[in-house]
C-alpha cells in the first residue's frame, strides 16, 4: 500500500524538506531581486539614449533643411532659400528636442 495522510507529520517535516524550501525561498527572492529595476543602469541607459537622439534629430533636420533649401534654391534660382530650408530645419530640431526634453523634465517632479 501507498503511504496514507496518517503517516505523514504536518507538524515536523523532515530535513530534506527544510532544505529544499529554504532553498525555494532563497531562490524566490533572487527572482524578486532580478525583477526590481536597477536605477543606476536605467539612468544611465536614458542619458545615452538622449544624447543619441539629440544628435540624430539635429543632424536629420538640418540635413533635410539643407536639402529642402538647395532644392528650392536650384528650382527657383535663388540662394536665399537654402539660407530659409537650414534655419526651417533649425527650427524642426528646436520643437523636435523640445518634444524630446518634455518628459525627461516632468518625470524630476
Known amino acids: 500500500?501507498?503511504?496514507?495522510?496518517?503517516?505523514?507529520?504536518?507538524?515536523?517535516?523532515?530535513?530534506?524538506?527544510?532544505?529544499?524550501?529554504?532553498?525555494?525561498?532563497?531562490?524566490?527572492?533572487?527572482?524578486?531581486?532580478?525583477?526590481?529595476?536597477?536605477?543606476?543602469?536605467?539612468?544611465?541607459?536614458?542619458?545615452?539614449?538622449?544624447?543619441?537622439?539629440?544628435g540624430f534629430i539635429l543632424a536629420g533636420c538640418l540635413v533635410g533643411g539643407y536639402f529642402l533649401g538647395d532644392y528650392f534654391a536650384k528650382r527657383f534660382g535663388h540662394e536665399l532659400f537654402l539660407l530659409g530650408g537650414l534655419v526651417l530645419g533649425l527650427a524642426a530640431a528646436i520643437a523636435a528636442l523640445s518634444k524630446l526634453m518634455r518628459p525627461f523634465l516632468q518625470d524630476k517632479g
Not at 503511504?3 to 531562490?27: F, N, Q, T
Open 1 to 54: 500500500m501507498g503511504p496514507s495522510w496518517e503517516d505523514d507529520d504536518p507538524i515536523d517535516p523532515g530535513p530534506e524538506l527544510v532544505s529544499e524550501e529554504a532553498g525555494l525561498r532563497e531562490l524566490e527572492s533572487r527572482i524578486d531581486k532580478l525583477k526590481q529595476p536597477q536605477r543606476g543602469n536605467a539612468l544611465y541607459a536614458r542619458g545615452v539614449a538622449m544624447v543619441t537622439s539629440f
